[in-house]
């Protein structure tokens, strides 16, 4: 069955850094991988997709990229603010839309 | 702006009780889906729909059924409350059209169900 992994263990970074989560997942290559947004309490929000053929996405601040190889995503928040602490959810398709999401990560950015 | 919502934000029921979790969208999305959230388990799906009266097992639909009578509105039963289905209940829901898919899903607030 197709799987994502994602650290459980808050990560833990200072402002103004860069945060990095990592997304794997097992077997076949989704078609795409999408990354949301979760804070307590609250639905998930959509923030990016990436297909299975780009290396690389960007939106402002945010950086994803796709390792077909590695079986791997990499989500990156540059200059992080503390409104940026939040929980990370990496999905991916299974078909027809159907999404399988990971457990995400816990991201803390101290002042 | 897409809006999902749910009918409540929290909800406490007995066991046995028969509970209806609704939710709306009112962006003529196709696609609607029902999730629990668990800690350390993550998202998980218990049915959607693609359609009208349609309706697709998720990967964990024991327990439930749902009900798609209209378009916009996806409903979600408990036939029989469990304390196991203590839980938040997120519903999504997404655009599909023909090979143009916008994939990403919408969800609403969550509602988050007690059973004593």
């Known amino acids: 069955s197709q799987k994502i992994e994602q650290n459980s263990e808050a990560l833990n970074i200072q402002e103004g850094k860069t945060a990095t989560l990592t997304c794997n997942y097992t077997?076949?290559?989704?078609?795409?991988l999408q990354w949301y947004r979760q804070d307590p309490g609250r639905g998930p929000v959509f923030l990016l997709l990436?297909?299975?053929?780009?290396k690389e996405k960007r939106k402002e601040r945010l950086k994803v990229t796709f390792d077909t190889t590695l079986k791997q995503s990499l989500f990156h928040i540059t200059a992080s603010q503390p409104a940026d602490s939040a929980t990370y959810l990496c999905?991916?398709?299974?078909?027809?839309?159907?999404?399988?999401f990971g457990t995400g990560t816990r991201l803390l950015v101290s002042p | 702006d897409v809006k999902v919502t749910q009918s409540s934000r929290y909800l406490v029921k007995r066991t046995g009780e028969k509970v209806f979790l609704e939710c709306v969208q009112d962006?003529?999305?196709?696609?609607m889906f029902w999730y629990r959230q668990d800690p350390g388990l993550g998202l998980r799906l218990i049915y959607f729909?693609?359609?009208?009266?349609?309706?697709e097992k998720g990967d964990i639909p024991e327990g439930y059924s749902v009900s798609r009578e209209k378009k916009e509105r996806f409903s979600l039963i408990l036939e029989s409350a469990s304390t196991n289905q203590t839980s938040m209940y997120l519903c999504?829901?997404?655009?599909?059209?023909?090979?143009?898919?916008?994939?990403?899903?919408?969800f609403g607030p969550g509602t988050r169900l007690t059973v004593t």
């Open positions: 962006m003529d999305h196709e696609n």
């Open positions: 729909s693609y359609d009208v009266k349609m309706k």
């Open positions: 990436i297909r299975e053929n780009e």
């Open positions: 999504a829901s997404s655009f599909q059209s023909g090979a143009a898919s916008s994939y990403e899903q919408y």
């Open positions: 077997n076949y290559s989704p078609a795409y």
């Open positions: 999905a991916r398709d299974t078909g027809f839309q159907k999404l399988v």
